[in-house]
Nanobody, 128 residues
């Protein structure tokens, strides 16, 4: 399945953004979906993940309490609401999906273990 990440932009510290992961012609309701980010010169890191059937949700410690992942079943998308953004959140954000997946606890800590599809990233820049 081909994925698209959207919703990035340039914001100031403390602002909010909502990213959306979509799969044209498919619903992500049957997929575990994870958000990752990669800053320049840094390794790609897991941000958040939601298992198939929402059986569990995981967040990186750096975003707990600020970011929220959710499904919009009407649209078949998985969104990442990002609040209280900090300059260190600046990165290209990617989404990945695994069909009927329930490995969020693994893939959030190991982006290389993702066996499903990746989408093109969306740039998030937090700067005053």
């Amino acid at each position: 399945v081909q994925l698209q990440a959207s919703g990035g932009g340039l914001v100031q510290p403390g602002d909010s953004l909502r990213l959306s992961c979509t799969a044209p012609r498919f619903s992500l309701d049957y997929y575990a979906v994870a958000w990752f980010r990669q800053a320049p010169g840094m390794e790609r890191e897991g941000v958040s993940c939601i298992n198939y059937r929402n059986s569990s949700i995981h967040y990186a410690d750096s975003v707990k309490g600020r970011f929220a992942i959710s499904r919009d079943s009407a649209k078949g998308t998985v969104d990442l609401q990002m609040n209280s953004l900090k300059p260190e959140d600046t990165a290209v954000y990617y989404c990945a999906a695994e069909f009927l997946g329930n490995r969020c606890s693994v893939i959030i800590n190991s982006p290389r273990s993702v066996t499903g599809s990746w989408g093109q990233g969306t740039q998030v820049t937090v700067s005053s």
